[in-house]
């Protein structure tokens, strides 16, 4: 079973604009919350990462949203700029697992 | 980048022959992670170590073992290759619910 969700597949903003990926998670055991970007051909890497006990984590122009009671996470990408088109993953982890959605892919048109 | 280093990068090969896959880091982190990546199935963890000798299945593991007997290697046997099994593999780094670090993948065909 999958064990994050991760809506929506494919994301097209305008530059300057808000791109918004949301996951939802079934396991109550993680505790660890993470995105990764990843560019064509290469591996995933740490965007952001939030803990449970606080509901909100910014850093610069990218902010994770976070629901403990919903068990949902959301990724805001503020003025979202062409360099940000790559995949978004959001991953779930605890103490000796670590699942990820399914992925977003995120075009920023000029 | 985070000493993690795949090998092969590319690999091509037939169905029904052996495959492994390997993974080397050089940061002495305790966990170490196999996944495979394809389209609309983002990252599915195959199997997993948290240390030398101690490994565990992920959500995808039939027809894949590993092995871990030094904390810096971790391979990744296909024992008889198949055409579902094409796809690009990423090894991955952790300590403990932290951030993980990704090798490069690498990109296996089954013909």
């Known amino acids: 079973q999958q064990q994050v969700k991760q809506s929506p597949q494919s994301l097209i903003v305008q530059k300057g604009g808000i791109s918004i990926i949301n996951c939802a998670y079934e396991?109550?055991?993680?505790?660890?919350f993470p995105w990764y970007q990843q560019f064509p051909g290469k591996g995933p890497a740490l965007l952001i990462a939030?803990?449970?006990?606080?509901s909100e984590k910014k850093e610069g122009r990218f902010t994770i949203s976070f629901n403990k009671s919903a068990k949902q996470f959301s990724l805001h990408i503020m003025d979202s700029q062409p360099g940000d088109s790559a995949t978004y993953f959001c991953?779930?982890?605890?103490?000796?697992?670590?699942?990820f959605g399914a992925g977003t892919r995120l075009t920023v048109k000029p | 980048d985070a000493g993690i280093t795949q090998s092969p990068r590319h690999k091509v090969t037939e169905t029904g022959t052996p495959v492994t896959l390997r993974c080397h880091q050089t940061?002495?982190?305790?966990?170490m992670y196999w996944y495979r990546q394809d389209p609309g199935h983002g990252l599915r963890l195959i199997h997993y170590s948290y240390g030398v000798k101690d490994t565990d299945k992920g959500e995808v593991s039939d027809g894949y073992s590993v092995s871990r007997s030094k904390t810096e290697d971790f391979l990744l046997t296909l024992e008889s290759a198949t055409s579902s099994q094409t796809s690009v593999y990423f090894c991955a780094i952790s300590s403990m619910n932290t951030e993980a670090f990704f090798g490069q993948g690498t990109r296996l065909t089954v013909v």
């Open positions: 396991n109550t055991a993680f505790d660890y």
């Open positions: 940061e002495n982190h305790r966990y």
């Open positions: 939030i803990r449970p006990d606080v």
């Open positions: 991953a779930a982890e605890s103490v000796n697992d670590m699942r």
